[in-house]
Nanobody, 128 residues
């Protein structure tokens, strides 16, 4: 079992930056894929980025390419996955969720159905 705890959300003006963190505990394996999803008010949840811990393959949806960066840290035997969000836009507003799945393949996915561990979410608001 894997426990995920997100942090780092908040309110920023357009053009600002935030860094979200997802602290994972419960496993020492690197056979995991992690992903960040977001859900804007009144919209369906969408995947924005993912990372494979085994080979650090990363993927971004077009709307965040060049602005968001997903990365990982394994310091202190605790897996933490980050989402650095720069040049934020009002359309980036929403609840952001970290998700993970035990997976040995090299290429991660941003499809909800592929993930079975979820965090509680953290809120991001971008407005002037």
């Amino acid at each position: 079992q894997l426990q995920l705890v997100e942090s780092g959300g908040g309110s920023v003006q357009p053009g600002g930056s935030l860094r979200l963190s997802c602290a994972a505990s419960g496993s020492t394996s690197d056979y995991f894929h992690f992903a960040w999803f977001r859900q804007a008010p009144g919209k369906e949840r969408e995947g924005v980025s993912c990372i494979s811990l085994l080979n650090e393959f990363t993927y971004y949806v077009d709307s965040v390419k060049g602005r968001f960066t997903i990365s990982r840290s394994t310091e202190n035997a605790k897996k933490t996955v980050y989402l650095q969000m720069n040049s934020l836009k009002p359309e980036d507003t929403g609840d952001y969720f970290c998700a993970a799945t035990f997976e040995s393949s090299w290429f991660c996915s941003t499809s909800e159905k592929d993930y079975n561990f979820w965090g509680q979410g953290t809120q991001v608001s971008v407005s002037s």
